[in-house]
């Protein structure tokens, strides 16, 4: 889920509302969204969260309150927006809104001082997205070929090999290749620090090791490259096609990205017997995001 990592926005907050089992759920609500602004929950989480519980706001009567609401008309609700709103709601909806709402009554219930939460044995609907693509081992060889023949071809280049290999050992998203810094990467203890600018996300921050032979690739690109302090300074769309350049000259039919690479170093590790909350911790999800994740990575182990 979207904000599986943000478990914290639902604790009761330090200065307790003023809310009780006779407060209306539209006030719930309302002070529910106002922690979420103040906790600075990302605008992406907050509009969903909004969306969400205000659907059930709209849809029960305009002055219940907490302790008449049962797990009884909180199935009504949702039976009706799947069925009967006249509204088109897939699959991926209705998981996130039941999620939604039992993210909001597991706030309330202890700070209204409510005896159970209502929303505790509303049935989740399990919404599985199709196994993502990975890498096979004679995959990954031939690409590690494919960016030797680039980095060593009349018009060499190192980055496609030095971008493959760093996420076959790191298993890195994206966005944190995009944020590496050259402060981040320490070649004497072989140690690489994952960062994050903004608050809410360092708990996903980290430290990884990292090989000497990749030290030695990157010693080669900085002499080349002379990075400033960013370690690439190309957009995250050209990160993305250079290292898909790796499977092009590999002669691949699958499109080798990011995603890809992160869930083929999950499986490598977990195929010859790395802990798998030494995994978790490598990929930085928390324990919550780990249960699918890591069903996940032994489906794909089954597979490949």
């Known amino acids: 889920m979207f904000f599986a990592d943000q478990l914290s926005l639902f604790d009761p907050p330090t200065e307790s509302p003023a809310l009780d089992p006779s407060a209306s759920l539209k006030t719930a609500v309302a002070t529910w969204i106002d922690h979420l602004r103040r906790k600075d929950t990302s605008k992406h989480t907050l509009q969903a969260f909004t969306l969400d519980v205000k659907l059930l706001v709209e849809y029960v009567e305009p002055n219940l309150t907490l302790n008449q609401i049962t797990t009884a008309r909180l199935n009504q609700f949702l039976n009706w927006m799947r069925t009967e709103r006249g509204v088109p709601c897939s699959d991926k909806t209705y998981g996130r809104r039941v999620t939604s709402v039992k993210a909001f009554f597991r706030w309330v219930t202890p700070v209204a001082g409510l005896r159970l939460d209502p929303a505790e044995a509303v049935l989740q609907l399990s919404v599985r997205s199709p196994l993502p693509e990975m890498l096979t081992d004679d995959d990954v060889e031939k690409c590690l070929n494919a960016g030797e023949i680039i980095r060593r071809s009349e018009k060499p280049d190192i980055r496609p090999l030095l971008i493959f290999k760093l996420l076959l050992e790191t298993a890195m998203k994206k966005v944190e290749v995009a944020n590496l810094k050259l402060e981040h990467i320490h070649q004497e203890d072989g140690i690489l620090e994952v960062r994050y600018p903004k608050k809410k996300d360092w708990p996903k921050e980290r ?98």
């Open 207 to 304: 430290k990884l090791k990292i090989s000497r032979e990749w030290l030695e690739l990157f010693s080669e690109y900085r002499a080349e490259y002379a990075p400033k302090e960013a370690v690439f300074k190309w957009s995250t769309r050209n990160l993305e096609f250079l290292l898909g350049d790796t499977g092009r000259a590999a002669g691949l039919e699958k499109n080798v990205s990011f995603d890809m690479m992160r869930w083929t170093s999950a499986v490598r590790d977990y195929k010859t017997k790395v802990d798998p909350d030494a995994i978790r911790r490598k990929m930085g999800l928390s324990t919550i995001q780990w249960r699918e994740t890591f069903d996940r990575i032994k489906k794909l182990t089954e597979r490949y």
